[in-house]
């Protein structure tokens, strides 16, 4: 009976130690990238990688990507949705509103809007029939903050 019991264990444990390799064998590939681009298709991707902030925003089109690129030295960690075939920003500036973001000019890249506590900042860029919405890990400064 006993040898049983632990035969039963063995198997058992021998089919998670399995289960945790192959999903290792997924999972940390991703996790390890510096960067990424995606759709919410890309569901390991999509629930591994996106900021809330991006997987909340309004999808002001369908054709859209996800980019994910990571910290790297002085550079900030970015979180961007690109949108094609969108001119409009008036959507994507009323979420951030509602996030509770507050427009802000940075002297060197222009319009932003930071955070309640300022610890990041989010861009909206128009460009070639294309909008995106950029979140990066990088403060405002008071004085940038508009009044």
């Known amino acids: 009976m006993l040898k049983e019991l632990h035969r039963i264990a063995t198997i058992i444990a021998g089919l998670l130690v399995l289960q945790v390799l192959i999903a290792g064998y997924f999972i940390v590939p991703i996790w390890w990238t510096t960067e990424a ?9 999509y629930h591994l990688l996106t900021q809330d902030e991006i997987k909340c925003a309004p ?9 994910y690129h990571l910290r790297d030295g002085p550079s900030p960690y970015v979180g961007a949705i690109k949108f094609k075939g969108a001119t409009e920003t008036t959507r994507l500036e009323h979420y951030l ?28 860029y128009k460009r070639n029939n294309e909008v995106e919405l950029a979140f990066l890990d990088e403060p405002a400064f008071e004085s940038y903050l508009i009044k």
């Open 37 to 45: 681009q995606y759709t919410e298709q890309d569901w390991l991707q």
């Open 59 to 67: 999808r002001i089109t369908k054709d859209y990507i996800i980019e």
């Open 97 to 124: 509103l509602a996030l509770g973001y507050r427009p802000a000019i940075n002297p060197i890249h222009g319009k932003m809007w930071a955070s309640p506590d300022r610890s990041t900042t989010a861009y909206i």
